[in-house]
């Protein structure tokens, strides 16, 4: 069974959605794990003690100072459990997490929970909106917790709108996929690049492109859950529990780069970065003047990626080289060439004219490119599920 030897715990506070847990207990005993459930006091009123302990076939926590043993509650439950899942988790009890606040056991477990974490809300949709309160998620998710968001619908209150519990396959499936997620990274670096570089005109223009960093971001997290010592070097302003370094030319992106390859293990440069950038920047803000035309003069960016590929071959270092290839036309004859060209151990082609897939898009589809030939097609799936197979494939 998939869950042989995991131990869960589940914590559950005060909502509605509190008895639809009894489900997902069920479901986690069937396949095989040991079931731990803290409540908060609140949730007592959705649900009961003795149901919760019948279908878990274990005690239920509550009472912080109801101590048996002579290591606390909230360390042993803590030590003990493989993962931690709050479903469903009111607004309450995410702000406290957030705050590091611990004033009942299953706040205190959580503020002592050192492994993987999954919080799945369920609230009013007003409350869901309160930028409060996506402020104290946001908290959460640059820590590495993973926030499985509600669903839109009609809501127990009487209103119609996003603060419905996810559905518990989903809450299943996150929570094997992180028990299932090997540590293959563990002791290695992996260094990646993302978004689109912005070079500058003058101190208010610039040249850039469409690309989100949203691809970048999620093999960054992938590789983090893989064990990995992760540094992201982006142009965007994301939050993570790794160490971010914000660039922002593709001159600012090669220097940070020169700086972490030497030690890296794997380097995967999901960024666009600008081809060009212009050859007199303007420290003016550039006036219009009577021409109807103007032309701006530009000068080659480095090829950072072909440059790391030769000074991979001139240190003879063991560090694997993935390339991203966005085409929008000919993506495999386009990519083999630049496979070639690079020398790259692997290039992932994308094709950036699908509007379903790409730049700004949740979803991707790709065909990863070895340096020996060989092709791999990943089918339309989340730029999750896309960012954890090119982590497999590349280190099959
Ligand atoms: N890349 C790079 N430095 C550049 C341009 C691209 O390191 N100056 C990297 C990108 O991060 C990506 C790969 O090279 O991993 C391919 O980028 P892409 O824009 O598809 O290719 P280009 O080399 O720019 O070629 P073209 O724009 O002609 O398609």
Same mark, same amino acid.
């Given at each position: 069974m998939e869950l042989n030897n995991k131990t869960i715990l589940i914590g559950i506070t005060g909502g509605i959605a509190a008895y639809k847990i009894c489900e997902l207990i069920r479901k986690f005993k069937k396949n095989g794990a040991n079931v731990r459930i803290v409540c908060t006091p609140n949730s007592l009123n959705f649900v009961t003690k003795l149901t919760l302990q019948n279908l878990s076939q274990n005690?239920?926590?509550?009472?912080?100072?109801?101590?048996?043993?002579w290591k606390p509650e909230h360390i042993s439950?803590?030590?003990? /459990?493989?993962?931690?899942?709050? /479903?469903?988790a009111t607004a309450n009890t995410i702000s406290k997490i957030s705050q590091g606040i611990a004033d009942n056991l299953l706040t205190s477990i959580a503020c002592a929970f050192s492994k993987k974490m999954i919080i799945a809300p369920a609230m009013n949709c007003n409350m869901w909106n309160n930028p409060i309160i996506q402020e104290n998620l946001s908290k959460l998710k640059a820590r590495g917790i993973e926030i499985l968001e509600p669903?839109?619908?009609? $809501?127990?209150?009487?209103? $119609?709108?996003?603060?419905?519990?996810?559905?518990?396959?989903?809450i299943f499936n996150a929570t094997v996929e992180c028990l299932n997620s090997s540590q293959k990274l563990k002791g290695k670096k992996v260094v990646i690049t993302s978004g689109g570089t912005i070079e500058d005109i003058d101190p208010v223009r610039y040249i850039s492109n469409y690309s989100s960093g949203k691809m970048g971001k999620a093999i960054a997290d992938s590789a983090r859950d893989m064990g990995a010592e992760v540094v992201l070097i982006t142009t965007k302003d994301f939050e993570a529990p790794y160490k971010i370094t914000k660039v922002k030319s593709a001159i600012d992106m090669q220097n940070a780069l020169n700086d972490e390859f030497e030690s890296t293990d794997i380097l995967?440069?999901? /960024?666009?970065? /600008?081809?060009y950038r212009v050859k007199n920047?303007?420290?003016?803000?550039?006036?219009?003047?009577?021409?109807?035309?103007?032309? $701006?003069?530009?000068v080659k960016n480095p090829d950072i990626l072909q440059g790391l590929c030769e000074r991979k071959a001139k240190d003879s270092s063991s560090c694997i080289i993935v390339g991203f290839c966005a085409e929008s036309e000919n993506l495999l004859d386009n990519a083999k060439t630049?496979?070639?060209k690079k020398g790259c151990d692997f290039l992932v082609a994308n094709d950036i004219s699908r509007k379903d897939i790409g730049f700004s898009s949740d979803d991707n589809e790709v065909t990863i490119l070895d340096k020996n030939g060989g092709m791999n097609k990943i089918e339309k799936a989340s730029k999750k599920v896309i960012a954890r197979k090119i982590l497999e494939f590349i280190t099959k």
């Open positions: 005690e239920v926590y509550i009472e912080e100072f109801d101590v048996k043993n439950l803590a030590d003990e /459990a493989d993962i931690m899942v709050i /479903a469903p669903e839109s619908g009609f $809501l127990a209150c009487g209103y $119609l709108g996003k603060g419905r519990l996810c559905s518990l396959d989903k995967i440069m999901a /960024a666009a970065v /600008a081809d920047y303007s420290v003016q803000k550039m006036k219009k003047g009577s021409e109807d035309n103007i032309t $701006l003069e530009l630049k496979i070639a």
